[in-house]
């Protein structure tokens, strides 16, 4: 494995999320980004803490407090299926969030957290997204899911159909 890319190159890759319109297909946004990151070829483990940035969620020590705080909407946007679709515009965020703590604590912690703190139970589309997010963390790091896939895992289970295109969202 090559050593990861340096701060600089992070913080661009960080921007590039950021660049994406409001009202976007978010859905089909957050799994470009998912194919982008696999081509970095990172552990399984820093793939799922990387992947918790576009969610706003830091990859130090300091990922408890923007957890803490909701993370950030770095992907605002719609796309999902109904069945995991609040109908709000920030459940890329809570998708990438949720996965980054479940690399971190594991996933039944994260389930207890979600249940119990955020009341996200299961069923709900926030509920039903978390156990989605929980199963993506459990499959890659297990490694029943290989990066190279995993952006078509998030296509298939979790956008609205039509969402399988490959291309980048709203490339120029």
Known sequence: MQPGPGRAACRRAS?????????????????????????????????????????????????????????????????????????????????AGTV?????????LTRWLTVTVLRDTPDTADGRLSEEAIEFARLIRSGELQQADAADWVRARLCRAGANDTRAPFAS
């Open 100 to 108: 980054a703590v479940a690399a971190r604590i594991g996933g039944r």
């Open 15 to 95: 921007r590039r999320l950021a660049a994406y319109p409001e009202g976007m297909d978010a859905c089909a946004a957050l799994a470009e980004s998912i194919a982008r990151l696999a081509e970095r070829d990172h552990s399984n483990s820093r793939f799922l803490k990387e992947l918790g940035r576009a969610g706003g969620v830091r990859r130090g020590p300091l990922w408890i407090v923007d957890v803490a705080g909701g993370g950030r909407n770095r992907l605002r946007g719609r796309g999902f299926r109904a069945t995991v679709d609040d109908a709000t515009e920030g459940q890329a965020r809570h998708f």
